[in-house]
Antibody, heavy 121, light 110 residues
């Protein structure tokens, strides 16, 4: 079946970096894109950025530009999200979600299970 | 940046109809998607492009979008519908297009 499986929980110190993976299966990876969405404890959803698995094009949320990098490895059908210079308010569950391969208003139809990232000294 | 406004909570008795609104400036000109999120789980798409339903989503879920308000309607509400619901739009009006989510609405089934 179509699914996205994310890497496990992480605990990081302030100032460190984290890299979360999202492995796709059950569909042609390069026919879609991946968006990343995070959710702080008890809060709503926040879109972080998008990457096309077709051509590697990216679009990041303005507030995260300069701290986030999204990449894909088409040989393993895996997307990655790296967030640098971590702060306590980056503590959240991070989700990957499948969407259009082009920068278009398609919905996020498949979601990963989420990865908890805790930033604490 | 574009702002989507949802009521924090909506309560409804089983078997009745729940309506969850999502307000935004001229939102009727945009495409709206809706997600359901149960505690400890990832969001699930329940309505896309204003009113389309993914396979596997009950016909009890429907959507509409006009003017400054989009609405998710859940008919014959069941206990299993209790969850947080989020609307989403693609904001291409600024020089930095982005996805925007509403703040979420907690649906309580009485």
């Amino acid at each position: 079946q179509v699914q996205l499986v994310q890497s496990g929980a992480e605990v990081k110190k302030p100032g460190a970096s984290v890299k979360v993976s999202c492995k796709a299966s059950g569909y042609t990876f390069t026919s879609y894109g991946i968006s990343w969405v995070r959710q702080a404890p008890g809060q709503g959803l926040e879109w972080m950025g998008w990457i096309s698995a077709y051509n590697g094009n990216t679009n990041y949320a303005q507030k995260l530009q300069g701290r986030v990098t999204m990449t894909t490895d088409t040989s393993t059908s895996t997307a990655y999200m790296e967030l640098r210079s971590l702060r306590s308010d980056d503590t959240a569950v991070y989700y990957c979600a499948r969407t259009s391969s082009s920068w278009a208003p398609d919905a996020f139809d498949i979601w990963g299970q989420g990865t908890m990232v805790t930033v604490s000294s | 940046s574009y702002v989507l406004t949802q009521p924090p909570s909506v309560s409804v008795a089983p078997g009745k109809t729940a309506r969850i609104t999502c307000g935004g400036n001229n939102i009727g000109s945009k495409s709206v998607h809706w997600y359901q999120q149960k505690p400890g789980q990832a969001p699930v798409l329940v309505i896309y492009y204003d009113s389309d339903r993914p396979s596997g989503i009950p016909e009890r879920f429907s959507g509409s979008n006009s003017g400054n308000t989009a609405t998710l309607t859940i008919s014959r509400v069941e206990a299993g519908d209790e969850a947080d619901y989020y609307c989403q739009v693609w904001d291409s009006s600024s020089d930095h297009p982005s996805w925007v989510f509403g703040g979420g609405t907690k649906l309580t089934v009485l």
